[in-house]
T-cell receptor, first 114, second 115 residues
């Protein structure tokens, strides 16, 4: 089975802090994704990566950056956390970049910014 | 731009009754369509997808969905609901091998199955 793990289930940070969310997949997938989930809005794409060191902006990249130094690891960085970034963050991976590929999700990180 | 609409925030059904969770989509080109389920405090789990071929797709846990191109719909169905089906359901779309590589999700529908 595909396994996608996220470094933390719950995080509490203060406004202005730099926050790192880590995601690791164990199936040698090319693509990795970061979404945020908010009630009534579904999942919105922040960034995705289709290869090591390659990234593309999603629908809501403002206030976020990403890093993919190794194929299995994709990090989401909040340079200066703000209260409107309080949300559930979900990482996903898929085998290739074709739109038909199933995405596999991690358990999520619930971030609270005070 | 591609989009997905799930018109119902919540669906209530009695255990043993059939259930339907609605989804409509808008894309330029031919769609790939997905259903995911999310149990409390968990990530999303893949249920089923439509790529091509038979319009009726069967997936995990007895769920199925029918692709209707003329109505641009992909409703999720199950003949007999279980209490354990209570969860948040998301429909998602991507476009066949071109353009945006990631999925576009609907806002989600909470399914509540009463015993």
């Amino acid at each position: 089975d595909v396994k996608v793990t996220q470094s933390s289930r719950y995080l509490v940070k203060r406004t202005g802090e730099k926050v790192f969310l880590e995601c690791v997949q164990d199936m040698d997938h090319e693509n990795m994704f970061w979404y945020r989930q908010d009630p009534g809005l579904g999942l919105r794409l922040i960034y995705f990566s289709y290869d090591v060191k390659m990234k593309e902006k999603g629908d809501i990249p403002e206030g976020y950056s990403v890093s993919r130094e190794k194929k299995e690891r994709f990090s989401l960085i909040l340079e200066s956390a703000s209260t409107n970034q309080t949300s559930m963050y979900l990482c996903a991976s898929s085998l290739t970049s074709g739109g038909r590929e199933t995405q596999y999700f991690g358990p999520g990180t619930r971030l609270l910014v005070l | 731009a591609q989009s997905v609409a799930q018109p119902e925030d919540q669906v209530n059904v009695a255990e043993g009754n059939p259930l339907t969770v609605k989804c409509t989509y808008s894309v330029s080109g031919n769609p790939y369509l997905f259903w995911y389920v999310q149990y409390p405090n968990r990530g999303l789990q893949f249920l089923l997808k439509y790529i091509t071929g038979d319009n009726l797709v069967k997936g995990s846990y007895g769920f199925e969905a029918e692709f209707n191109k003329s109505q641009t719909s992909f409703h999720l169905k199950k003949p007999s609901a279980l209490v354990s089906d209570s969860a948040l359901y998301f429909c998602a779309v991507s476009v066949m091998d071109t353009g945006r590589r990631a999925l576009t999700f609907g806002s989600g529908t909470r399914l509540q199955v009463q015993p």
